[in-house]
């Protein structure tokens, strides 16, 4: 069987310490192996990148951009192989994984305009005969740790920006599907970049922690579930480190009376059923404003997934597939078992998925679940699964309250045809991200991404122009060139343009 090991130093390695099985979903099977990385192995990473972190700094940016025009490029002409591997090891249909990875290849676009994006500010004259700028230097090596869902798009997020900014990377990708990660990381080679500039090691906690602990990292992103984003931040902050640690979410629509309901049911459709619900940005809850609208969308959803087609990822015409791990498959079951007991009513049940000649994969069907509750642990919780669950309220501002009270602030979109409500929603709500008739506002490559509340610890967002920010550190210079035989005085108040 294959194992699935580490690129360090331009090389695939293969340490052969602890192991972890990795299934295919959509078949239940161990596919693969992937290796467990040791301190030690992790270390030998980050020696690499030390290494290779002095020559790589004085690179000129665009000798840096012109790894990423190529990088963009063998990305491009081997998409259909990274797109199986996504399919193989997270279960993703094959048309999502090539939109996963198309918003990757994105971020490696906007890493291309590094000469641009790191020209820094100049004031000429700030006093008589002295100049004033500010540039950006790399912080020299970082780290990323990334989750399962997005094994190709969330890393992108990550090293492109990193590497042009002139730093060198250490990525801890999800040890649940690690495959795909590591031959994108493996094309950068391909693509000209130095060894030790980036580094792939493939583990669990021992090699996470050995990044939050070497003093050699100086600053760490983090993208997964919320209880370990916090774990990273307190971790990496009390450690000196730069962190940015992105967390998990429970995304809200608010279906207004006034809403094109036939629109707003099909895309509610794609973005809470759509990667079996495993997006931080799913919309998970839509909440209904007056009865009539809530029946009115319960009826047409339920309609609706009628025709949700569920199955392996390699069959194109399916919808979605399964979830990652059986253990997450009986997660998943056990909100919609609670959500029953504690008195809400499931509307479409998906407990029950039979996928011919595929029953061992890890489906979950559709799930519709009305007159959910705020005290409900479904409601509380984020679920990570293809459940859509309902709560009804009275008025738009009970709505925005309900959004407003949850511990996530990830993702949210109001649909309504009023330019007024979306205006008001959209100025006062406390999310991050948010979108009008728009159900997965996932910001474009030349924005920035992330939620707010306990959906980001740290101050800069992930990607575009804050990821410049976050890789560099501000040095300002002022100078001057005396005139010849002119001498200066001592000066002893602080210096002004007085
Ligand atoms: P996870 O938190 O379990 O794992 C993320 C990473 O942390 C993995 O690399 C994993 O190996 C590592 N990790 C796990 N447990 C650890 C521990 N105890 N100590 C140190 N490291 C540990 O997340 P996941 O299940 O892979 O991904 C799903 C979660 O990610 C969801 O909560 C989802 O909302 C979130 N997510 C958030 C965003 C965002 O941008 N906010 C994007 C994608 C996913």
Redesign the pocket.
């Known amino acids: 069987m294959i194992t699935v090991g580490h690129f360090i130093n331009g090389q695939m390695t293969n340490e052969g310490e602890r192991t972890q099985d990795v299934y295919n979903p959509s078949t239940g099977e161990v596919s693969k192996q992937v290796a467990l990385a040791s301190k030690t192995t992790v270390e030998q990473a980050i020696s690499a990148a030390q290494a290779a972190f002095p020559a790589w700094r004085n690179t000129p940016p665009i000798k840096r951009a012109r790894v990423m025009f190529k990088f963009k490029d063998l990305l491009e002409k081997n998409a259909e192989k990274i797109i199986a591997l996504i399919g193989e090891e997270h279960g993703k249909i094959t048309h999502d994984a090539a939109g996963e990875l198309q918003r990757g290849i994105e971020n490696v676009e906007y890493a291309c305009g590094a000469p641009e994006l790191l020209k820094g500010e100049h004031s000429k004259n700030v006093a008589q005969n002295v100049d004033s700028w500010s540039e950006f230097q790399p912080l020299g090596v970082v780290a990323g740790?990334?989750?399962?869902?997005?094994p190709a798009m969330?890393p992108l997020w990550m090293y492109p920006m990193a590497i042009v900014c002139g730093n060198c990377f250490i990525l801890?990708?999800?040890?649940?599907d690690p495959s795909s990660t590591l031959l994108i990381a493996s094309l950068l080679k391909e693509a000209g970049l130095p060894d030790g500039v980036m580094n792939v090691v493939n583990g669990?906690?021992e090699a996470?922690?050995t990044l939050l602990n070497d003093e050699r990292i100086k600053a760490v992103s983090?993208?997964?579930?919320?209880p370990?984003?916090e774990?990273?931040y307190t971790t990496a902050s009390a450690n000196g480190k730069r962190c940015q640690a992105?967390?998990?979410?429970k995304n809200h629509a608010i279906v207004m009376p006034d809403a094109d309901m036939d629109n707003a049911v099909a895309q509610l459709l794609g973005a809470a059923f759509g990667s079996s619900g495993e997006?931080?940005m799913a919309l998970s809850v839509a909440v209904a404003v007056g009865d009539t609208a809530a029946d009115l969308l319960v009826s047409k959803m339920q309609e609706a997934m009628k025709s949700l087609k569920i199955g392996p990822c390699h069959d194109a015409d399916n919808d979605f597939g399964p979830v990652i791990t059986k253990q997450h498959q009986h997660k998943v079951f056990g909100f919609i078992d609670s959500a029953e007991q504690q008195g809400a009513n499931i509307v479409v049940d998906g407990r029950n998925p039979s996928i011919s000649g595929y029953e061992d994969g890890f489906y979950v069907g559709g799930t519709l679940i009305d007159d959910v509750t705020p005290e409900m642990d479904s409601y509380k919780a984020?679920i990570?699964g293809p459940v859509l669950q309902v709560v009804r309220v009275d008025t738009m501002q009970a709505a925005m309250d309900l959004i407003n009270d949850h511990e996530y602030g990830?993702g949210t979109c109001i649909f309504t045809r009023d330019g007024e409500a979306a205006r008001y929603f959209s100025d006062n709500i406390q999310v991050g991200m948010v979108g009008i008739n728009i159900p997965l506002p996932v910001p474009v490559a030349y924005h920035s991404?992330g939620?707010w509340k306990r959906?980001?610890f740290g101050d800069l967002h992930?990607y575009g122009p804050d990821a410049v920010r976050f890789y560099t550190k501000r040095k300002t210079i002022t100078q001057r060139w005396p005139s010849a035989g002119v001498r200066e005085g001592a000066l002893f108040s602080m210096p002004t343009m007085s």
């Open positions: 740790i990334t989750p399962f869902n997005f969330v801890k990708p999800s040890e649940r669990d906690k996470v922690d983090f993208v997964g579930s919320t370990i984003a774990y990273i992105l967390g998990g979410a997006r931080c984020e990570f990830n991404f939620g959906s980001l992930a």
